[in-house]
Structures are given as structure tokens and as C-alpha cells.
């Protein structure tokens, strides 16, 4: 039974991401995300297995903190019944870390997991560009100087995610297909296959955030190799190329970041002083902060724009104020903490597993890259912290049970 509660957590992982409720419209009358949480809550209370061990674990108190604190804190939250009617979604989302540490206790299940996850994450991402090339897709656009517009790639017509949005989701995809391509040829074969179409699916996004995220994984890529300057060549070489066959438009817009003379200069410089106006509003209510989810909401009411906070950080102190925000860096902090001590497993050698060593360094590049891309996307309510939080403590877990331990001279 333990194995049906795995299997429903497979078929919740690719509902939610490809958005089954969406294109069959009776899974979404009868709630089939949530049958399927429920489900497979009441499998892991019946089922669990001792080997799955996660309360007392620091990342796991972190979590319960911040849900009790959610909470507690409702009655005293600028719109309580607005954080009522928005915290089935973040429940959703802690899902993935509570089914994440109790479900996956083997390493035969999280390669399973793993791989199905980067599926439908390369899914996402191939539906829209194949739409674009076939069908001249995009999805969004992006204003610029004199009242002109930029067409920007997002997320296919199911998958409503805008432009940023798409290519976190390539961000995401490319740091665990790039390691684990030294794992199997057939994982070598989708690497080579599936990145050009990642990379220039992130061009069209014209996301300078997305620019930021693979810079940061481009470096840390470069920092693991045991080939550093010659895979810094060729990555200099790829990126001329590709910023040679660049539109004009797409040059314009990334040269944004560093340049204030652009046409798309004012909406960088929006990026900055939306972040200042963030932290302003979240002053009203410094210490509860307006409620879960509501970051749209007080924006609308009491500050310059009906735009949820694209600042994870700022996010966090408009919602839950600054003991929210404490306590969602510390539980960020224990992720961090979680892969530093794996490597130090792995590094001292106890550890000769191929697959968890390129594991690791997927998640290591994954973090850096989204503490980076948390400063211009909002996340508090999103699946991705809770997720890899919980795949913190899996791999730390697996890489401490005897079984994947070398004997050691």
C-alpha cells in the first residue's frame, strides 16, 4: 500500500504541473488535485514507513513554525479572510514537503521521482516553444519606450505562467539534465537534445531574470568542473553565437539590465523601485504583515500597483512581516545547510554513489540559482522552497544510511 501512496504522488506531481483539471474539465469539478492530497495523506499517516523518519528534523521545524505562525497570526492580518480563501493553495504547495520526506525513502524512488519531475518541468517548456514555431504562440508581451511592445514567450494556454515564469521553470530543467547526463548515455542523449531548445525557449522568454539565473548556473557549472577553463570557452563561444542571432529587440531588452539608455530601460528601473516600494508598503504592518497571499491585495489598496511583489523577500515582509520572514530564511537557511552537509558526506568519500553526487550538485546549482532569481519573482505560495526542501532531507537522509556508506581504511 505504501507503494500506491508513491504512485498517487507521481500522478499529483504531473496533474499539477501539466495541469490535468485545466484540460479535463471534470477532474477540476470534482477537485482532483486535492482528492489526490487528501489521499495521499491518509496513506502516509497509515503507511508510514520508519525509515521515513522526518519530525524532529531542523528543516522540518521550520516548516511547522511557519504554518503555525500562517495560522496564528490570521486574526491579526490586515485581510484575514483573504488569507482563509488563499491558504488551500499554500497548503498545496507544503504538501510537497511533507509527502517529499515521508514517501521518498529509497533511491529507487527518488530517481522515479526525480525523472518524472524533470518530464514534465521539459514538458512545460516544449509545449509552448513547439506552439511559438508552429503556430507563432507567445503568450505575453513587454512594453518598452513610445508606447511599442516586445512579444515575450510564456507558459502554454493550460499552463498560465508568464514569461519569468517559464523560464524559472527552464532554470529549473537545465542544472539537473546537464549532471545527470554523466549518469547513463541515455540521460547524456536527452542533454544533448533537449538544451537547445531549453536555452533558446529562455531567449524568447526575454526574462532578464532568467538571463541572472543561468549566469549563476553557468558559474557554478564552471566551479564543479574538473575543466574549467576550457568549459569556460566553450560557453563564451555558445553565448557570442547566440547573442550574435539575437533579435534587435531581445539585445535591447537584456541589455536593459546594465544599461539605463535602453528602450526597455523603464521597466528595469520599475524592477528596483517596485522593490523599495515593497519594503515602504510593508511598513503598515510591520510586525503580521497583511495576510497570507494578500501582497496583491495591499499593493492595490496602498501601494502604486495592482502587481503581486516580484521580490520573494519583500513578498514574505508584505504578507507575514518580519517574524515571517525570519523564520522562512532560517527554514531556507536549513535547506542550505542540509546540502552542506551531504557534500561533506560525499566529499570525505563515505559516499561513492554516482547518481547522489551528481544529485547533489543539481540541487547545490538549483539554490544558488533561485536564491538569486528570488530576488525578482515572488514564491511564498509556489511549490518550489517546500519541494526542494524536502529533497534536502531525503538525499541527506539516504546519503546517512549505512547501505550508501563506503567502508572507509
Known amino acids: 500500500m505504501s507503494n500506491l501512496g508513491f504512485l498517487l504522488y507521481l500522478l499529483f506531481i504531473f496533474s499539477w504541473f501539466i495541469h490535468l483539471t485545466s484540460r479535463l474539465t471534470?477532474?477540476?469539478?470534482?477537485?482532483?488535485?486535492?482528492?489526490?492530497?487528501?489521499?495521499?495523506?491518509?496513506?502516509?499517516l497509515i503507511f508510514k514507513n520508519s525509515s521515513a523518519k522526518y519530525s524532529g528534523h531542523e528543516t522540518t521545524n521550520s516548516i511547522m513554525i511557519l504554518m503555525l505562525y500562517v495560522i496564528v497570526t490570521i486574526p491579526f492580518v490586515e485581510w484575514p479572510g483573504s488569507v482563509i480563501n488563499n491558504i488551500e493553495n499554500w497548503l498545496k504547495s507544503l504538501a510537497y514537503y511533507y509527502f517529499t520526506v515521508t514517501i521518498i525513502n529509497t533511491e529507487n524512488r527518488l530517481k522515479i521521482f526525480m525523472y518524472t519531475f524533470i518530464l514534465v518541468q521539459t514538458i512545460r517548456v516544449i509545449e509552448p516553444l513547439y506552439l511559438h514555431v508552429t503556430e507563432g504562440y507567445w503568450g505575453s508581451y513587454a512594453s518598452m519606450q513610445n508606447w511599442e511592445y516586445m512579444y515575450r514567450l510564456a507558459g502554454a494556454p493550460h499552463d498560465i505562467i508568464n514569461p519569468n515564469g517559464l523560464a524559472f521553470v527552464i532554470l529549473?530543467?537545465?542544472?539537473?539534465?546537464?549532471?545527470?547526463?554523466?549518469?547513463?548515455?541515455?540521460?547524456?542523449?536527452?542533454?544533448?537534445?533537449?538544451t537547445p531548445?531549453?536555452?533558446?525557449?529562455?531567449?524568447?522568454?526575454?526574462?532578464?531574470?532568467?538571463?541572472?539565473?543561468?549566469?549563476?548556473?553557468?558559474?557554478?557549472?564552471?566551479?564543479?568542473?574538473?575543466?574549467?577553463?576550457?568549459?569556460?570557452?566553450?560557453?563564451?563561444?555558445?553565448?557570442?553565437?547566440?547573442?550574435?542571432?539575437?533579435?534587435?529587440?531581445?539585445?535591447?531588452?537584456y541589455i536593459s539590465i546594465i544599461d539605463p539608455s535602453t528602450s526597455h530601460s523603464g521597466t528595469a528601473e520599475g524592477r528596483v523601485s517596485g522593490i523599495i516600494d515593497d519594503i515602504e508598503l510593508s511598513l503598515r504592518r510591520p510586525v503580521f504583515g497583511h495576510g497570507l497571499g494578500t501582497s496583491?491585495?495591499?499593493?492595490?489598496?496602498?501601494?502604486?500597483?495592482?502587481?503581486?511583489?516580484?521580490?520573494?523577500?519583500?513578498?514574505?515582509?508584505?504578507?507575514?512581516?518580519?517574524?515571517?520572514?525570519?523564520?522562512?530564511?532560517?527554514?531556507?537557511?536549513?535547506?542550505?545547510?542540509?546540502?552542506?552537509?551531504?557534500?561533506?558526506?560525499?566529499?570525505?568519500?563515505?559516499?561513492?554513489?554516482?547518481y547522489f553526487i551528481?544529485?547533489?550538485?543539481?540541487?547545490?546549482?538549483?539554490?544558488?540559482?533561485?536564491?538569486?532569481?528570488?530576488?525578482?519573482?515572488?514564491?511564498?505560495s509556489s511549490y518550489e522552497w517546500y519541494l526542494f526542501g524536502g529533497l534536502s532531507v531525503v538525499l541527506l537522509r539516504l546519503c546517512n544510511m549505512p547501505e550508501f556508506k563506503a567502508a572507509i581504511a
Open 358 to 380: 551528481s544529485l547533489k550538485k543539481g540541487m547545490m546549482t538549483w539554490i544558488v540559482m533561485n536564491i538569486i532569481f528570488s530576488f525578482a519573482s515572488y514564491g511564498l
Open 26 to 44: 471534470f477532474l477540476g469539478n470534482i477537485r482532483f488535485d486535492l482528492l489526490l492530497i487528501c489521499s495521499i495523506f491518509v496513506l502516509s
Open 172 to 194: 529549473t530543467v537545465i542544472p539537473f539534465v546537464y549532471y545527470l547526463s554523466g549518469i547513463s548515455e541515455v540521460n547524456r542523449i536527452y542533454f544533448i537534445m533537449i
Open 296 to 354: 496583491l491585495e495591499a499593493g492595490a489598496h496602498y501601494g502604486n500597483r495592482y502587481q503581486i511583489s516580484h521580490n520573494l523577500y519583500a513578498e514574505i515582509l508584505i504578507e507575514l512581516g518580519i517574524m515571517g520572514l525570519i523564520i522562512f530564511i532560517s527554514y531556507i537557511w536549513h535547506i542550505v545547510k542540509n546540502m552542506i552537509n551531504t557534500a561533506k558526506i560525499i566529499e570525505n568519500k563515505e559516499i561513492k554513489n554516482c
Open 197 to 253: 531548445a531549453l536555452i533558446y525557449a529562455l531567449m524568447l522568454t526575454g526574462s532578464r531574470s532568467g538571463m541572472i539565473g543561468i549566469i549563476a548556473i553557468a558559474i557554478m557549472i564552471v566551479c564543479y568542473s574538473k575543466k574549467k577553463l576550457m568549459l569556460l570557452g566553450v560557453m563564451v563561444t555558445l553565448a557570442v553565437i547566440l547573442v550574435i542571432n539575437m533579435p534587435e529587440a531581445m539585445k535591447d531588452r
